[in-house]
């Protein structure tokens, strides 16, 4: 054994540089499915040497070091992300694995990507633990960045002024379909629905009917706009007040700082009347609640007031999104895992919460004749997979079956309304007639075809949400205007963008979400590269044992999991969440060692 580790480090150097000249050529290697070999850069490209010259240093480096559990992390991280690159390559270009599987020449192409993204993913996330393990943090002594009142008033200042050219330059607010569906429904021109969450829509309702009594509903889209400045601004100011006061790294901080006041993103959100911006701020408050939680339990439990704040944030998630009441739900068994030393407080805790959901969407919907939303909302995986067997496989569809899946979708055209990424032009011809009748029978449909067509069903789910966790995968982000309706009653409203200050050069700058063909700018906005972000964090979180902290990733990572079966392959609203809980989940591992947190 020793002779062979004697050999092994003296050709260590030859198998690194192999090593290297293999990723080189594997990462640059493109194709399409039945023509040949493509590079990304031409064959005598400097850009090669300079990218295999990093790759070498990257493996050398981390072949150095000789802890087993850095190397087991690092490479679970590394077959994850590698095989997201790979099935996600082929998903985005032709939406469907014919880039991987339409023939032996492409399965072989395929694995050696997969092999050249796994050895270079692993190289990078062993080095970013190693860093993070080497890491200097300071705490810092400037004393208006600090955790007091008079650092929070500031942060807050500076947040909300940096998004004032957005109130100006888009004004009165940015207005999609649904949000003019929910101001209807809150001025009473059409019946509520429980399809968009009920306390928003009342938020919107106060605001717009101030406009209706004031004789604009301009002024009413813009109270809300401001409101929602005044209210977001000052939960993102808070995350760093908190970050402050669990001595993150003051220089972190300031980073946060930067994000949160002039990330295009949050500019534009702040003055969109969609139901996921404010949502996204309940849950920065409670991924904090949880934090407490994990590493200030004794402290927190003490506190009537961090007791309040939770069941308060825990109400609010599900009051501004319907599936926040899925990542409540899941969340609390980790709680009371952590935290099981305070199990009865959590369990009255828990009830609260729980009878408040059952109240609010049982006796007082009833009461107010809210009309329920549709089942629909949540059957895009399985809806998805009867419109594509149609589309592909109707020649092979027994007539029982395809009855079967007509009873759920009748429409002649389901085929032609397939859509891979988008489900809404299927789902909005569901029968909730027939499925009211027999909800089993659809999921014994599933099933069924599920087996008789399983790469069909495949690539039906990768394609209607890889947008979740393939990073180069590109959505439109944001609108930057008041939508115009169709519909008299809606054109009533006379809704209207009428920029109060006209700032072209704020324009060219939130146009830069759009360019996706920027390096290093596109990941920015990326869905899939920030959930990359997210897991690996919770990956070294591991890598340390720290194992109770894993809890403060858990309400993002459930509300992940729903988008998996969202209508859409990659909204970026929908995870907006994860973006601005984004400093904290990073945050845990930029403070002080002596720190408990």
């Not at 993204?117 to 004393?143: R, T, V």
């Not at 002024?161 to 101001?183: E, K, T």
């Not at 009255?348 to 049982?362: C, K």
Request: glycine share 4%.
């Amino acid at each position: 054994m020793k002779k062979i580790k004697e050999i092994f480090n003296k050709i260590k150097p030859i198998i690194i540089i192999l090593l290297s000249i293999f990723v080189t050529f594997s990462i640059n290697m493109n194709w399409d499915k039945d023509v040949e070999i493509r590079y990304s850069y031409t064959g005598n490209s400097i850009l090669c040497v300079v990218f295999f010259a990093l790759i070498y240093w990257l493996l050398k480096e981390v072949s150095e070091k000789k802890n087993k559990r850095l190397k087991i992390c690092s490479a679970i991280l590394a077959i994850l992300f590698a095989s997201f690159e790979v099935v996600g390559n082929s998903v985005n270009a032709y939406l469907d694995l014919s880039g991987i599987l339409s023939s032996k020449i492409t399965i072989m192409k395929s694995i050696i990507k997969w092999f050249g993204y796994l050895i270079l993913i692993y190289g990078i996330i062993s080095k970013i633990f190693i860093k993070l393990d080497n890491a200097e943090f300071i705490k810092g002594k400037l004393k208006f960045f600090t955790c007091n009142k008079r650092t929070f008033l500031l942060t807050w200042a500076i947040i909300f002024i940096a998004w004032i050219p957005y109130f100006l330059n888009y004004y009165p607010g940015v207005i999609s379909p649904d949000s003019i569906s929910q101001i209807c429904q809150g001025l009473g021109i059409y019946n509520m629905t429980s399809h968009h969450p009920i306390f928003h829509t009342f938020l919107i309702s106060i605001a717009m009917n101030i406009g209706k009594i004031i004789g604009n509903y301009n002024v009413g889209v813009a109270i809300y706009s401001l409101t929602q400045m005044v209210v977001v601004s000052g939960i993102f100011a808070f995350a760093i007040y908190y970050m402050a006061k669990r001595n993150i790294d003051i220089r972190y901080r300031f980073l946060t700082l930067l994000f949160y006041a002039f990330y295009p993103i949050n500019g534009l959100y702040s003055i969109t009347m969609w139901k996921d911006i404010p949502f996204a701020a309940v849950m920065l408050i409670f991924t904090i609640m949880v934090t407490e939680i994990a590493v200030n339990q004794e402290h927190f439990m003490k506190s009537k007031l961090k007791t309040v704040l939770l069941i308060i944030s825990m109400i609010l998630v599900f009051l501004f999104r319907n599936n926040g009441f899925y990542v409540i739900l899941l969340t609390i068994p980790f709680l009371f895992i952590v935290a099981k030393k305070y199990y009865k407080k959590l369990a009255v805790i828990s009830a609260i919460v729980l009878v408040m959901y059952g109240i609010i969407n049982g006796p007082l919907i009833n009461l107010l004749n809210i009309s329920r939303g549709s089942a629909r909302e949540a059957l895009s995986i399985p809806l998805q997979q009867f419109a594509r067997v149609t589309k592909y496989h109707s020649d092979t569809l027994t007539d029982d079956e395809k009855w079967r899946i007509y009873k759920y979708l009748p429409t002649e055209e389901l085929a032609t309304l397939y859509t891979p990424q988008i489900s809404d032009p299927v789902k909005n011809k569901f029968s909730n007639e027939a499925f009211a009748e027999d909800k089993l029978g659809l999921v014994k449909l599933y099933i069924k075809l599920a087996i008789k067509y399983p790469r069909a069903t495949i690539e039906s789910f990768l394609c209607g949400n890889y947008g979740y966790w393939y990073p180069e995968a590109f959505n439109w982000v944001v609108g930057r205007e008041i939508y115009q309706p169709d519909k008299q009653e809606e054109k009533n409203l006379d809704l209207k963008s009428t920029p109060i200050v006209e700032l072209k050069e704020l324009e060219k700058y939130d146009s830069l979400l759009d360019r996706r063909d920027l390096p290093l700018n596109s990941m920015l906005y990326s869905i899939g590269f920030t959930f990359w972000m997210v897991i690996t964090m919770a990956m070294y979180v591991i890598y340390n044992k720290k194992y109770k902290s894993i809890v403060i990733y858990i309400p993002i990572i459930i509300l992940w999991l729903t988008t998996i079966a969202s209508p859409v392959f990659g909204e970026f609203r929908y995870i907006y969440s994860m973006f601005t809980c984004l400093p904290i989940l990073i945050g845990i591992n930029f403070r002080k060692k002596e720190n408990n947190f």
